[in-house]
T-cell receptor, first 113, second 110 residues
Framework: DAGVIQSPRHEVTEMGQEVTLRCKPI?????LFWYRQTMMRGLELLIY????????DSGMPEDRFSAKMPNASFSTLKIQPSEPRDSAVYFC???????????FGDGTRLSIL | KQEVTQIPAALSVPEGENLVLNCSFT??????LQWFRQDPGKGLTSLLL?????REQTSGRLNASLDKSSGRSTLYIAASQPGDSATYLC?????????FGTGTSLTVIP
């Protein structure tokens, strides 16, 4: 299996711009997670989906962040407008169910200037 | 809110040593606990997952234990190798949430 695929790997943009991060989970996995990792705060869960339905979005920092999962093989995390404090590595992960190991993508390194 | 702590933040050992990494959590009502390793510039790789009803899990040179009542888990690495150098994170599932520790950075010196 190809594993969890994220794109782009790196994104540099100016503050105020819209940023869209993409994720393709492992085929057959029912759960999809979005995380953010920074030196200051470590790894934080932003939102996760079960069968394409958002289950818990309490980690989404504010209304500028939104996530969608239109089908079982694709999800997006959008930031609009972006701010410098959004700079971080964003990871997507998937698992068969909530009690199975999570498999992570290699992340998107986002820099907002 | 669940808090997950990993001490020490960094550890250096000579090759061949057995070592233990620690993870503690404040709320014992967990569904499971997972250990990951993270290599620089990469995502997390799952090592072991322990369900709340289990006491330990083993995979090769790795053994993870879970003591829910005391809020602790340990990851034991036998006969460490330079390739084990990475950051090791633990994560617990509590309710609908997943909480991660900040990790222990391990360096195995050849």
């Amino acid at each position: 299996d190809a594993g969890v695929i994220q794109s782009p790997r790196h994104e540099v943009t100016e503050m105020g711009q819209e940023v869209t991060l993409r994720c393709k989970p492992i085929s057959g996995h029912d759960y999809l997670f979005w995380y953010r990792q920074t030196m200051m705060r470590g790894l934080e869960l932003l939102i996760y989906f079960n069968n394409n339905v958002p289950i818990d979005d309490s980690g989404m920092p504010e209304d500028r962040f939104s996530a969608k999962m239109p089908n079982a093989s694709f999800s997006t995390l959008k930031i609009q407008p972006s701010e410098p404090r959004d700079s971080a590595v964003y990871f997507c992960a998937s698992s068969l169910n909530g009690d199975q190991p999570q498999h992570f993508g290699d992340g998107t390194r986002l820099s907002i200037l | 809110k669940q808090e997950v702590t990993q001490i020490p933040a960094a550890l250096s050992v000579p090759e061949g040593e057995n070592l233990v990494l620690n993870c503690s959590f404040t709320d014992s009502a967990i569904y499971n606990l997972q250990w990951f390793r993270q290599d620089p510039g990469k995502g997390l790789t799952s090592l072991l997952l322990i369900q709340s009803s289990q006491r330990e899990q083993t995979s090769g040179r790795l053994n993870a234990s879970l003591d829910k009542s005391s809020g602790r888990s340990t990851l034991y690495i036998a006969a460490s190798q330079p390739g084990d150098s990475a950051t090791y994170l633990c994560a617990v599932r509590t309710g609908n949430q997943f909480y991660f520790g900040t990790g222990t950075s391990l360096t195995v010196i050849p």
